[in-house]
Each structure stands twice: as C-alpha cells, then as structure tokens.
C-alpha cells in the first residue's frame, strides 16, 4: 500500500501562547457539555448539528469575506478535500455524533469517543510511517485509565454492565472521522487559510453536507428550537463548543501536530466534571479526583517530549 504522504512546510516551535491555546481546547469543547445538556429532547439531532454549522458559518462570515480568495482557491483546488473535512468533522462528528448519543448512554459515548486520539496514532503509523513514542502511548493509556475511571464512577465491574448498540457504532465512527478529520487538517493546502476563515469554510461544508439530512428530519416530525432556553442552548454551542473550539483545535493541530491535539480529547471527561460542579451544582466525587490525576499525568507523560517553552 502506498503511503500517504503530505508535505509540511516547518511547524513554527511551540511558544506560551500555542500551550495556552492547547489548555483551553478541552475546555470550549466541553462547553457542549453545558449548553448542550438536555438539548437532545428538544431539537432533533441532524438538525441541531446543521443550525450549528450553518449558524457559525454565517458568525465568522467576516473572516471569509476578509480572506474570499483564499477561501476560493482552497475550495476549487482542493474540492474534494474541502468536502470531506465538512463532511467528516461536520456531519458525521455532529449529526451522526448527536443521533448516537439518543440511542446509547453517555458512558460508553463517552469512552468510545476519546479512542480517537488511538485511532490518529494508528493512522499516522500507517499511512504516514510516523514511529510511535513509547511515553506517548504509555501516557494515553493512562489517560484513557483516567476517563474510565470517572465514566464508570470508580467501579470497574460497572464496565461489564455497559450494553453496546448500534448508537455505539455512531460514536465509533465518530471517534474514526475525528482521527481522519485531524490528519486531513495538516494539509498544505489547508495552512494557507487563516484559522477562522478555514474553519468557516469547513462549516460551510459541513452544513451543505447536513441540509439535505436535516430537511428529512423535519419532514419526518423532526424538532426545531422553539423555546428562548432551546436557543440559548445553540447560540452557547456555536460560540463556544464550535468557533472558540475549532479554531483553538485547528491552531493545535498546526502548531504540535494531530496526535498531540488528539490529546485534548482526553481532558474532555475532567474538565467536564469541574465546569458541571461550578455551573450546574454537580457533586465531585473521590474517584473524580483519581480520574483527573490519572488523565493529567497521562498527558504530560505523552506530550512531554514536545519541545520547550519559549
């Protein structure tokens, strides 16, 4: 098999800033969290997803406007690879995401999704024949130790009480899609654009993508936002859990790499788990205290290797 291979122009070295930016993905990711909880019963999954993408499209219009002829050449040039990122990080990391989510509980959710940054390793080794660290994957281990211990609440015999289903198969392939959408985001073509304006473009893809699966949807008794909390809950996911998180994701993935980047996704389940205790009155518990320690030191064992500060 031929190895796929992306030329790179030199990532820039990692300043105070770039870890800064990486420290805050886990948390506009996990916003979703906030503004999403409860939102899954009052709008239907493909079109939440396509109002979030088409929405945050239409909020950094600006950015694409400011960068059009980049933009334009990207999408004539690269059509294809245009195509798929919306596709993947949009449509399938959303609405195929969302649907899973109705069909299966957010425990395994949960754990089958931070096996995306598994799945970057996997794919780099395979296609990009990039050698893997061993603290790397010893440090994502524990990291993913550290996630099991807080979804399964310190009981590891709940582990063999979890029931898989077909919504597990939608988040698989979800965690899949993120790995693929990860690697595709270090293409030359895609560092032309500034973040904003590529994560625009992107939407814009995702939410074509989603339109015609929203439109079924609805046309079938699908739910739209009919209540002032219901778009609260939208505009929270679109500030925060999609402009503020894809454009610090995609400044990640430029400056460390995707695998790193890959990282913040177990840091997710943890930072969660704070941001519920302030804002929503949740109780912490002792194992979500084993469960942080876990997933801190199993991200600083893997991105330990990563250059100095500067």
């Not at 929405?55 to 040039?77: E, H, M, N, Q, Y």
């Not at 597990?168 to 993120?178: K, M, T």
């Not at 998180?245 to 990640?252: G, I, L, P, R």
């Amino acid at each position: 098999m031929r190895k796929l291979e992306m030329p790179m122009s030199p990532a820039p070295s990692p300043r105070l800033r770039d870890w800064l930016i990486f420290l805050a993905v886990p948390f506009f990711f996990s916003s979703n969290v906030i503004f999403g909880r409860g939102i899954s019963g009052e709008v239907s999954p493909f079109t939440t997803a396509f109002l979030r993408w088409s929405l945050s499209t239409l909020f950094v219009l600006p950015f694409i406007l400011g960068d059009w002829r980049a933009c334009v050449t990207f999408i004539r040039k690269k059509t294809m690879l245009w195509f798929v990122l919306g596709a993947l990080g949009m449509a399938v990391c959303g609405g195929v995401v969302y649907w899973g989510l109705t069909k299966t509980s957010a425990a395994n959710g949960t754990l089958i999704y931070t096996t995306s940054s598994l799945f970057i390793i996997i794919f780099q080794r395979i296609f990009q024949a990039r050698p893997i660290r061993r603290l790397e994957l010893i440090g994502m281990l524990i990291a993913f130790a550290g996630v099991a211990e807080i979804v399964l609440k310190g009981d590891i015999s709940q582990l063999w009480a979890l029931n898989f289903n077909i919504g597990d198969l939608a988040i698989l392939s979800g965690a899949i899609a993120f790995a693929i959408y990860s690697l595709l985001l270090r293409d030359p073509a895609a560092r032309d654009l500034a973040s904003l304006s590529l994560f625009g473009t992107i939407a814009f893809s995702g939410a074509l993508v989603l339109a015609p699966l929203a439109g079924m949807e609805l046309f079938n008794g699908g739910l739209l936002p009919s209540t002032p909390t219901a778009w609260a809950k939208i505009g929270g996911i679109i500030l925060f859990a999609s402009i503020a998180a894809f454009y610090c994701f995609t400044h990640t993935v430029r400056v460390f790499g995707p695998v790193t980047a890959g990282i913040t996704l177990y840091m997710m389940p943890p930072v969660s788990i704070v941001m519920a205790v302030l804002f929503l009155g949740e109780t912490f518990e002792p194992y979500h205290a084993v469960g942080i320690i876990l997933v801190t030191g199993g991200v600083v064992l893997a991105t330990a290797p990563l250059g100095k500060i500067r």
